[in-house]
């Protein structure tokens, strides 16, 4: 009879309430949603405030793929960059995107070459958002002393990052829509700025608050922070190239 509320509290679902209960998730979830809004927003807002500015929609759509080129070729080494700087270069990434953002919504008839350049600098410094939202989620939530319940935590806090997504994905095309009918591109591109930075110093407070905490609430994330060879086990590369 002891052992039955162990055992009911162990089969009892885990579910997303128990994730934002913890402490500091709410803030950090928030933080991760207005990053990838306001990087959502700038692929559309950048076609339509550069077509503005050169009355071409070709200098528009180069612009858009170098940037999303970049932020693809460099997405493994940005991620490295900012679990090594303990999310500070993360930071850095995300002021790095405003500012260049700002620019090209500021910049008047500028040639194309100049427009594209700028569209692949701020494609080579988009912030991860999805790796270190994972990572910051396992850390926070993920029991160290529970291996069971730890596997069950862990495919709770990676669905609840998947739920960010999908609201990205819906909500940042209307909020960019939102924003044409008040006002135009290149402040939707402004507005996006914000966002971006929001987030990052969201992740940045939260990780200096994470190394506040017990070492041992940590275990588990800083354990798989070390676990750097995921796609050498078997099966992993084949699911990530069908992905």
């Known amino acids: ?12 679902a885990i579910t997303y309430a128990d994730l934002l209960r913890s402490p500091g998730v709410p803030a950090f979830a928030s933080s991760s949603l207005a990053g990838r809004v306001g990087t959502g927003v700038l692929p559309i807002a950048m076609i339509l405030a550069v077509s503005a500015k050169t009355g071409s929609y070709a200098v528009a759509g180069t612009c858009s793929g ?8 460099l997405a493994l080494a940005r991620t490295r960059l900012a679990n090594r700087t303990s999310f500070l270069g993360f930071l850095g990434l995300g002021a790095g995107l405003a500012a260049v953002s700002v620019a090209i919504a500021v910049t008047g008839r500028a040639s194309s070459l100049v427009l594209v350049t700028l569209a692949g600098v701020a494609g080579c410094v988009v912030p991860p958002w999805g790796a270190l939202t994972k990572t910051g989620l396992a850390a926070a939530f993920v029991s160290p002393i529970d291996p069971e319940k730890a596997s069950r935590q862990v495919q709770v806090a990676y669905s609840f990052d998947t ?5 990205v994905l819906t909500g940042a095309p209307l909020l960019v829509a939102g924003l044409m009918l008040v006002s135009s591109a290149s402040d939707a591109i402004e507005v996006a700025s914000f966002f971006i930075i929001a987030g990052a110093a969201g992740f940045a407070v939260f990780d200096q608050n994470r190394k506040t905490a017990p070492k041992s609430a940590d275990a588990v994330g800083k354990r798989a922070l070390r676990e750097r060879r995921v796609l050498r086990r078997p099966g992993m590369s084949q699911t990530v190239i069908s992905m």
Not at 66 to 73: E, I, K, L, Q, R
């Open 1 to 12: 009879h002891d052992a039955l509320p162990i055992l009911m509290a162990r089969d009892r």
């Open 66 to 73: 170098t940037f999303g080129v970049c932020a693809v070729v």
């Open 163 to 167: 739920v960010i997504d999908i609201v």
